[in-house]
């Protein structure tokens, strides 16, 4: 667990300046880390509540392989994304380490999140996937002006 400890340190601490507001489905590792590090945070058990916080607060959702109506979550957290772009980290728990056929995290990678951070604690997985729509897809080293993309170009 200090190891999901430490990663949770470390994203509270690279938003120190923000409010937290967890959602937690089915288990409490954040909120006990949250508690046993001492950092104050809000808790909401509702995800439909989370669509109105404040735009500059970081939101930490924990999630599992276990929740139910995928196209219902697929919705709220679109709706999440597009009322608080910025500062979300989803922590998604899996009983496995072979992630990519989990279904919440084919959910998450089709929104735009990317895995950061992998850690395992007692035979459970916890993945850290963060969202920024700016780097949610890279442009290719092909696609400049050096390349097919420059009119001086095209020509030879």
Known sequence: MKRFENTILQICMSNKDRNIIIYEHRNNQVSESLDSLNINYKAFDDMNNLINIETNDLLILSVDQYMIGYD??????????????????????????EYLDNQMHKLLISLGFNLFSQTNYDNIFFLFYTYNIGSYKKTPDWLNSDNWANPDLWEK
């Open 72 to 97: 219902d979550i697929y919705k709220k957290i679109g709706s999440i994304i597009l009322n608080h772009p910025n500062h979300i980290i989803i922590i998604n728990k899996i009983k496995n380490s």
